[in-house]
C-alpha cells in the first residue's frame, strides 16, 4: 500500500497519523481512499492540493500513478509566477 | 548562429538564433493589449475607493449618464449573484459589493465615445461611503484589537483562539528541532520583514471586449494565459466560457501578476449593456500599482543552530504573509517548502499564517513565497556564517540538498543540480576579486519548484517543408524561440523553417497560463511529442510510396530513409517533398499533443554580488553581480541568460528600493514609478551569468523551468553584502539609504 504522508497541521483530521497507508492506483483513487477513510481530509482535498510521488510533485493529474511502494507527501497547492 | 557547447550533440538545441520577434518589438509592429481597436469602439474608465476600507452606502451615476456619449455604467447590481469560493473573490475584486476593501478597489466602470469622455464620466459618478477601520500591516492586522475586515474567512486550517484576520495555517517540519538547536554551538533567532512589492511589468494591463445579448463575445488581451482568462471572466459574469473567444496579445511582461483577472471582465459587461459596441480599458501605471497583485508582505521569525564547522543542526521558521483583503492570495504554501529547500538538515520546523489586510488582492510574482523566504533564511545562514568565521559557499556545500537528499518539504529530490552552482560560483573570478573599504560580498541560493501542467499543442507541416507550431502559453520570456529549436532539432529541420505561433482559445485545447516556468518545459514536451506524431506520418507517406512497411522507414535529418539495407533501396525523402505531395497521399499531415506535463524538475541557483555602501548617505552601489543557475539544458542561451538577468534585477530592486507605502488613512502612498522605485539600466553592472546544465531526465531535451529562481536569492545576497561592507545587518526590506545609514549610525553609536 502507499503510504501518504501528511503535513503536520493536516493531521488533526486523521487521527494523529502522520502516514496514511492507502491502496490507490492513481492520484485520483489515493485522494478519495484518504478522504473515505478520514471525512476531516475533505476539506483540505477539495481546496486544492499538489502531490508528490515518489519525488516528483504532481499539481493537479488525478491519473497520475501511485505504486504500491510509493512515497507520497501531501502539499499545499502551488502557484507560479 | 553559433554553438555554445558542442558536447550534447545537438545541432539547434543550445544556440542562440536572432529572435522571432525582435524586428517586431524594435519597429513598433508588435501588438500590444493598448494596440488593439475595432470599429464603433467605445472606451472605459473605472472609479476607484478612496478608501482602504468602507461600507457603500449609495452609487448615484446619474450625472454621468446625462453626458452625451456615455452608453453604460456598471456597477456590482449587474453582476450575478450566488458565486463561492474563488470565483466569488475574483466578483469581489472586480467590482466591489457591499464594502470597499482596499485603496483603488473598483467600484463601478462607465463606457463612453472616447477615453478623455469616460474619465469625465467617471468623475461624476458619486458613490457615498461610510469610512470603516483600516488595517494594512500584516503584524498589525493580527495584534489584538485590529479590526476583523472580513469575519468567518478562516478555513479549514485556522485552529480556533487564532486572530480573525488569520485566513489560513500551515504546519509541517521532522527531526527533532529542541535537540538539533541543543546539539549546536551557535543558535540565533531573528525577525525579517519583506515589503510587499509589484512585478512592475512595463505594459500596463489592457483590453478590448465585446459581449452580445446572445451571450456570445470575444475579448483581445494582455495576458499570461487566456484561458483562465476565459474561465475566470466567464464565472464572474454568468455566461458560458464556451461562448467566449479570448486572444492573446504580444506582453509586454507578467511575472505572475497577468495570470489572473482584474478589470477585463468589465470590458465584457459594459459592452453587453452599451449593446454589444465593443469597449476598450487600458489601466494607468496608477491603477495597476493600486490595484492589480503586488506580492504578499511578509514577517518571519527564523531560528538557526550550527556547529563551529558550519553542520546546520536544526531550523525553526514561522511566517506571517498578508495577500491583501482576499484568503488564498498569499504564497505562504510555496514560501515555507521553498525555505530550507536548499539544505540537507536533520530537523525543521516550519509554520505559517496567512493573514488579510486592507491591500489589493495579491498575485503571483516570480517564485511566489521563495524570495521572501530565502531573505529570512539565507540572512540567518549568512549571519551564522560571518560571527563563526566561515565561508558561506563552503557551507552551502556541506549542507547543501544532493541527488537523493530528503527535501525539507518531505519527497526525496531526484536529480538536481544546487552543488554544481556551488561550485561554479566558487571557481568563478567575481568570488576571488579583493575588496575595497565600504564595499562587501554577499552570497546566497536560491530554489523554485518549477511546474508541467495543462498543454495542448498542435503542428502543421507546409506544403514547403516548413513547420508551423501552434501554442497557447503566450511568449514572454522567448518560448517562441526556444520551442521553434526543439521542433527543429526533433524533425531535423533548420530553425528559420520552424514557426511558431501563440493562438487563441478556439484554435486549442486548454493551456495553463505560461506560469511557473513552464512555457518552455510543457508546451515545449508537447510540441515534440506533436512532431513526433507528424514524424510518424510522414514516414508512413514514404512508405507507401515507396511500396514497403511503415516500420522499415525511419527518419533523420529532415527526411524519411529506408530503415536498412532490407528495406530496400530509395533516395531519402525530405520533409519538404512529403509536404509538396501531402494533398494527393492521403490530406494535409499534422500533429498533436495534449497533456498534463509531469516530469518538471527544481531548478537551483547560486548568486554572489559585491556592493559598496557610501558610508555618508546610506546609499548601495552593486559593483558586479553573478547568477549560477541550473537550466537543465539551456534551449537558447541568450533567452536563458536573460532570464537569469531579469530575475536578479528585479530581486536587486526589491532589496534595494521597492515598497508599497500606506500612509495612516491606509492609501498608497508611492502609486507611480517616480516614487516606486524600480532599478532602470543605469543603476545596476552587466549582470554576470554561468549557466549549469544538469539535465532534466523528465524532458526529452532535458528543460527544466529557468524563470524564477533568478529572483531568489538576490534579496539576502544583496542585505549578506551590505553587512560585510558596513558591520551593519539590515532584517527589513528595502535596504533604502535612510535606513542603511540610520543602522550605520546605530552601530556607531
Known amino acids: 500500500m502507499a503510504k501518504v504522508h501528511l503535513w503536520a497541521s493536516l493531521r488533526r483530521f486523521a487521527d494523529g497519523q502522520e502516514v496514511v497507508e492507502v491502496e490507490a492506483a492513481t492520484v485520483g483513487q489515493m485522494l478519495d481512499a484518504l478522504e473515505r477513510a478520514h471525512p476531516g481530509l475533505g476539506p483540505a482535498i477539495k481546496a486544492g492540493l499538489s502531490v508528490a510521488v515518489d519525488g516528483e510533485v504532481i499539481a493537479n493529474n488525478r491519473a497520475a500513478p501511485v505504486k504500491p511502494e510509493s512515497e507520497v507527501f501531501l502539499l499545499q497547492r502551488l502557484k507560479g509566477g | 548562429m553559433a554553438r555554445d557547447d558542442v558536447k550534447t550533440g545537438y545541432k539547434y538545441v ?103 469622455l469616460a474619465q469625465d464620466a467617471a468623475r461624476l459618478i458619486e458613490v457615498t461611503y461610510e469610512v470603516l477601520p483600516h488595517v494594512t500591516d500584516v503584524d498589525a492586522a493580527m495584534a489584538p484589537g485590529a479590526p476583523v475586515i472580513r469575519p468567518g474567512v478562516a478555513d479549514y486550517s485556522v485552529p480556533e483562539g487564532m486572530h480573525g484576520n488569520v485566513a489560513r495555517y500551515m504546519e509541517f517540519g521532522h527531526g527533532d528541532v529542541e535537540a538539533g538547536f541543543a546539539a549546536a554551538d551557535l543558535v ?253 560580498r554577499g552570497v546566497a541560493s536560491g530554489f523554485w519548484f518549477n511546474h508541467g501542467g495543462e498543454t495542448s ?35 531535423g529541420i533548420p530553425y528559420e523553417d520552424v514557426r511558431v505561433n501563440v493562438v487563441e482559445t478556439g484554435a486549442l485545447g486548454v493551456n495553463e497560463p505560461t506560469h511557473g516556468s513552464r512555457a518552455t518545459f510543457a508546451s515545449g514536451k508537447a510540441a515534440v511529442e506533436a512532431a513526433n506524431q507528424a514524424i510518424k506520418e510522414m514516414c508512413k507517406r514514404a512508405a507507401a510510396e515507396w511500396e514497403i512497411d511503415a516500420e522499415a522507414v525511419e527518419w533523420k535529418d529532415g527526411a524519411a530513409h529506408p530503415a536498412g539495407p532490407n528495406a530496400g533501396k530509395f533516395p531519402p525523402m525530405t520533409i519538404g517533398e512529403i509536404g509538396s505531395k501531402m494533398g494527393g497521399s492521403g490530406g494535409p499531415i499534422s500533429g498533436h499533443h495534449e497533456v498534463t506535463a509531469g516530469g518538471y524538475g527544481a531548478s537551483f541557483g547560486t548568486h554572489v554580488v559585491d556592493v559598496e555602501v557610501d558610508p555618508e548617505t546610506g546609499r548601495t552601489t552593486v559593483l558586479r553581480y553573478l547568477v549560477v543557475q541550473d537550466a537543465g539544458t539551456a534551449i537558447h542561451p541568450a533567452y536563458v541568460e536573460g532570464q537569469y538577468q531579469g530575475g536578479a534585477a528585479q530581486g536587486i530592486g526589491w532589496a534595494l528600493n521597492e515598497e508599497y507605502v500606506y500612509g495612516p488613512d491606509g492609501r498608497l502612498q508611492n502609486p507611480v514609478f ?50 560585510g561592507a558596513t558591520g551593519a545587518r539590515i532584517r527589513s526590506l528595502p535596504c533604502s539609504p535612510p535606513k542603511v545609514l540610520a543602522a550605520i549610525k546605530a552601530l556607531k553609536g
Open chain 2, 674 to 723: 517616480l516614487d516606486y522605485r524600480i532599478p532602470v539600466a543605469s543603476d545596476l553592472p552587466m549582470i554576470d551569468t554561468v549557466i549549469v546544465e544538469v539535465p532534466n531526465p523528465g524532458h526529452p531535451y532535458g528543460v527544466r523551468g529557468v524563470g524564477e529562481t533568478g529572483i531568489t536569492p538576490p534579496l539576502p545576497a544583496i542585505a549578506s553584502a551590505i553587512a
Open chain 2, 457 to 491: 499543442v498542435s503542428l502543421a507541416v507546409g506544403e514547403d517543408g516548413t513547420a508551423t507550431v501552434m501554442i497557447g502559453t503566450p511568449d514572454i520570456g522567448g518560448s517562441r524561440a526556444s520551442i521553434g529549436l526543439m521542433v527543429a532539432e526533433t524533425l
Open chain 2, 188 to 440: 540565533r533567532e531573528h525577525t525579517y520583514k519583506t515589503e510587499a512589492t509589484h512585478q512592475g511589468y512595463i505594459e500596463p494591463h489592457a483590453a478590448v471586449g465585446q459581449l452580445g445579448e446572445d451571450g456570445r463575445g470575444e475579448m483581445w488581451v494582455c495576458t499570461q494565459g487566456h484561458w483562465y482568462i476565459r474561465r475566470m471572466s466567464a464565472a464572474v459574469l454568468g455566461i458560458e466560457a464556451a461562448n467566449l473567444r479570448v486572444t492573446p496579445s504580444e506582453i509586454g511582461g507578467g511575472f505572475g501578476g497577468k495570470t489572473t483577472i482584474f478589470m477585463e471582465p468589465l470590458t465584457l459587461a459594459l459592452s453587453k449593456k452599451a449593446g454589444g459596441r465593443p469597449v476598450k480599458l487600458v489601466m494607468s501605471r496608477s491603477e495597476v500599482l493600486r490595484a492589480t497583485g503586488p506580492t504578499a508582505s511578509a514577517s518571519m521569525d527564523v531560528k538557526i543552530g550550527m556547529k563551529k564547522d558550519g553542520t546546520i543542526t536544526a531550523g525553526q521558521v514561522f511566517f506571517r504573509m498578508q495577500g491583501g483583503a482576499f484568503p488564498g492570495m498569499s504564497p505562504i504554501g510555496e514560501a515555507l517548502p521553498c525555505a530550507f529547500a536548499c539544505y540537507d538538515i536533520p530537523a525543521l520546523k516550519h509554520e505559517a499564517v496567512e493573514v488579510i489586510a486592507n491591500r489589493p488582492k495579491a498575485a503571483a510574482y516570480r517564485a511566489p513565497g521563495s524570495p521572501m523566504a530565502a531573505f529570512a533564511v539565507e540572512s540567518m545562514v549568512d549571519e551564522l556564517c560571518r560571527e563563526l568565521g566561515l565561508d558561506p559557499i563552503e557551507v552551502r556545500l556541506k549542507n547543501g540538498a544532493k541527488n537523493g537528499s530528503k527535501s525539507s518539504y518531505g519527497p526525496v529530490y531526484n536529480v538536481i543540480g544546487l552543488q554544481e552552482t556551488l561550485e561554479a560560483a566558487k571557481a568563478h573570478p567575481n568570488y576571488a576579486i579583493p575588496l575595497g573599504p565600504n564595499q562587501g
Open chain 2, 14 to 116: 543550445g544556440t542562440r538564433p536572432n529572435r522571432p520577434d525582435g524586428l517586431d518589438k524594435v519597429t513598433g509592429r508588435a501588438r500590444y493589449g493598448a494596440d488593439f481597436s475595432l470599429p464603433g469602439m467605445l472606451w472605459a474608465a473605472v472609479v476607484r475607493s478612496p478608501h482602504a476600507h468602507a461600507r457603500i452606502v449609495k452609487i448615484d451615476a446619474s450625472k454621468a449618464l446625462a453626458l452625451e456619449g456615455v452608453k453604460a455604467v456598471v456597477t456590482r447590481a449587474d453582476l450575478p449573484t450566488g458565486l463561492t469560493g474563488e470565483d466569488l473573490n475574483l466578483q469581489d475584486n472586480t467590482l466591489a459589493g457591499e464594502k470597499a476593501l482596499y485603496d483603488g478597489h473598483a467600484v463601478a466602470a462607465v463606457a463612453a465615445t472616447s477615453q478623455l
